[in-house]
């Protein structure tokens, strides 16, 4: 035994933890590895093409895809992600990525920056350091590498401009939970992914990448369980809601002007897995900054709004197909527009996603849309129109 350990040693293998026997033919040396051999590189990206069967170029969604409508058009970069993670500690998780289509202009810009901090052995209680998406909303959560229709529905994503915001989190949910929130992803289900079964946070408040205006926090909480039944049926059921103060961008009249409007959001969410059939839908309620056209001002008002998504998973040898459809709508202010431009949303989208394999897919998808938005420079604005959108999307 002395023999064999010199010769280990000799070869550079001074670091072994233990032996599993103590025979020359299964001895095996465990090594830890250096931090950076744990990182992984994966990625996707998106490119579209809005301009099939378009029936009035002023109808557009900006928040959406700014290559749709106005003077836009062509083919468009929509996403190129770049996602660098890894365990690089056995209570560290690292998770960074950037976008090198940020906003359609090919420009980099930092998505997440975030590091989980494991507190316990099994990593069942986290605290998120960082930038990441806020918890709130199923559809939020969800990836666009997962997510059928093209673009997030209004009611819900006008609460958080590209999902983010700096701050410190804390996620809670056992063992068994977090590995069925990641079979719900891995296996092609379109899970949201593992943002624990409890989550609550503390974050900026004026949304990623941009400066706090104020010194105020905002709070959000999301309460989430997927419920799998004896048939292997899962459905998915939460609860979420945040509170704080924003600061919008508005044209300035006077010294007075009000700049700081609280606001609120609440509202349930409801998940069934197409295993064939799927249904999901949420909806949310809340208060915030709205520009009103007769008041020619911007004052604090109600808003709410939802949708409800249909799809069907159609196996066909090595092909897949996901037929789906979705009505959403929204009445409110969006906070991080000029003058919390005034929307109200009313839109139907038929679509289907082909994935010949894991690594392509192709959604089209026809539009009908009514969209009014309105600020104090543009006050009468309603549109309204049709329009089919394609997206060719690499997964790696």
């Not at 209004?154 to 056992?174: C, H, K, Q, T, W």
């Not at 899962?234 to 924003?246: M, R």
Request: overall charge neutral; charged content about 20%; hydrophobic content about 35%.
């Amino acid at each position: 035994m002395t023999i064999i350990l010199m010769v280990f040693s000799m070869h550079g293998f001074s670091n072994i933890d233990h032996y599993d026997s103590i025979s020359s033919e299964e001895l095996k040396p465990i090594i830890r590895k250096p931090w950076y051999e744990s990182i992984q590189l994966r990625g996707y990206a998106q490119m579209r093409y809005n301009g099939f069967l378009e029936t009035n170029p002023n109808l557009q969604c900006a928040q959406c895809d700014r290559s749709w409508g106005g003077d836009a058009g062509g083919f468009f970069f929509r996403r190129i992600r770049m996602i660098f993670s890894g365990q690089i500690h056995e209570r560290v998780f690292m998770y960074i990525q950037p976008d090198l289509a940020s906003g359609g202009n090919n420009t980099a810009q930092i998505r997440d920056a975030y590091f989980d901090l494991g507190l316990d052995a099994k990593q069942e209680f986290r605290i998120r350091i960082g930038q990441s998406k806020v918890p709130f909303g199923f559809e939020n959560l969800q990836s666009s590498q997962n997510r059928l229709p093209l673009d997030r529905n209004d009611g819900l994503n006008s609460a958080v401009l590209n999902e983010r915001d700096l701050g410190v989190f804390f996620y809670y949910a056992p063992s068994e939970v977090r590995k069925r929130f990641n079979y719900l992803v891995n296996s092609g289900l379109k899970g949201s992914g593992d943002y624990g079964m409890f989550g609550f946070g503390l974050y900026n408040g004026q949304t990623a990448n941009l400066p706090e205006q104020n010194r105020n926090f905002h709070v959000v909480s999301r309460m989430t369980y997927p419920i799998e039944l004896a048939s292997g049926q899962i459905i998915e059921a939460s609860f979420q809601g945040y509170t704080g103060k924003f600061v919008i961008n508005r044209e300035m009249k006077t010294d007075a002007d009000q700049t700081e409007f609280e606001e609120y959001r609440f509202g349930p969410t409801i998940v069934i897995y197409p295993q064939p059939f799927g249904l999901q839908a949420e909806f949310n309620w809340g208060r915030g900054p709205e520009y009103d056209p007769n008041l020619d001002d911007v004052v604090d008002a109600p808003l709410k709004g939802g949708y409800v998504l249909a799809n069907y998973f159609h196996q066909s040898g090595k092909h897949l197909f996901i037929p789906f459809t979705r009505y959403h709508y929204y009445n409110g202010g969006k906070k991080f527009e000029f003058d919390a431009t005034r929307h109200r949303v009313r839109e139907l989208e038929i679509g289907v996603e082909w994935q010949p394999h894991r690594n392509f897919e192709l959604v089209a998808m026809y539009t009908i849309s009514d969209r009014t938005f309105e600020n104090s420079l543009n006050p009468v604005n309603r549109q309204k129109g049709s329009l089919l959108r394609l997206q060719a999307q690499v997964n790696f």
